[in-house]
Nanobody, 124 residues
Framework: QVQLVESGGGLVQAGGSLRLSCAAS????????MGWFRQAPGKEREFVAA????????SYADSVKGRFTISRDNAKNTVYLRMSSLKPEDTAVYYC?????????????????WGQGTQVTVSS
């Protein structure tokens, strides 16, 4: 069992930056791949970024590539999402999730555990 708690969301102007954190409980955090997803009002939850258990394998949605960076600190049981050059279309609730697979997936159903989400609002 893994419990996830996101933090770091807020209101930021377009072009600004935020860093989201996701703290995980449980001793098995380092064995999970981790992902970030987001959901805007009226839209489906979509993949943002993922990182494998070691931190050396990452993947990104095309819409955030070059602007967002996912990382993890297994000693702190925490995964991060550094977001820069934010755009109004990045506005959404951001969720972190844990995937027991070796290679992290990009689909919602592939993830086993979810946090409650943190709101990110980018003003124009």
């Amino acid at each position: 069992q893994v419990q996830l708690v996101e933090s770091g969301g807020g209101l930021v102007q377009a072009g600004g930056s935020l860093r989201l954190s996701c703290a995980a409980s449980g001793r098995t955090f380092s064995t999970y791949a981790m992902g970030w997803f987001r959901q805007a009002p009226g839209k489906e939850r979509e993949f943002v970024a993922a990182i494998n258990w070691s931190g050396y394998g990452t993947s990104y949605a095309d819409s955030v590539k070059g602007r967002f960076t996912i990382s993890r600190d297994n000693a702190k049981n925490t995964v991060y999402l550094r977001m820069s050059s934010l755009k109004p279309e990045d506005t959404a609730v951001y969720y972190c999730a844990a995937d027991a697979a070796v290679v992290p997936g990009t689909l919602v159903y592939e993830y086993d555990y979810w946090g409650q989400g943190t709101q990110v609002t980018v003003s124009s």
